[in-house]
């Protein structure tokens, strides 16, 4: 049984970082794509980033080039930098994990969930 614990959210201003972390368990990390999400209060999961086993990765237009996914296959940990926040990045953020060597961007996509943890970012 394959188990994503997210952690690394927080308060923070406009404008600040924070790193996202998400360590797995039970499974070969190494063989699994993985994937950040995000859910804003009253609305539905979004796609933020994936990341391939070795090489690749996606991103939703909303934070490209502000957010950064990685992985660290020695560490069974998967990251995700989030640079220049602003107050719409504010939402519970969810790490997944598909047996799968690809980048997918859709939920249903994957087969593991992490508990989620709260950014919330103040203007």
């Known amino acids: 049984q394959v188990q994503l614990v997210e952690s690394g959210g927080g308060l923070v201003q406009a404008g600040d970082s924070l790193r996202l972390s998400c360590v797995a368990s039970?499974?070969?990390?190494?063989?699994?794509?993985l994937g950040w999400f995000r859910q804003a209060p009253g609305k539905e999961r979004m796609f933020v980033a994936a990341i391939r086993r070795n090489f690749g990765d996606i991103y939703a237009d909303s934070v490209k080039g502000r957010f950064t996914i990685s992985r660290d296959n020695t560490k069974n940990t998967v990251y995700l930098q989030m640079n220049s926040l602003k107050p719409e990045d504010t939402a519970v953020y969810y790490c997944a994990a598909v047996f799968s060597d690809w980048m997918y961007s859709t939920s249903k996509d994957y087969n593991y969930w992490g508990q989620g943890t709260q950014v919330t970012v103040a203007s």
């Open positions: 039970g499974g070969t990390f190494s063989r699994f794509g």
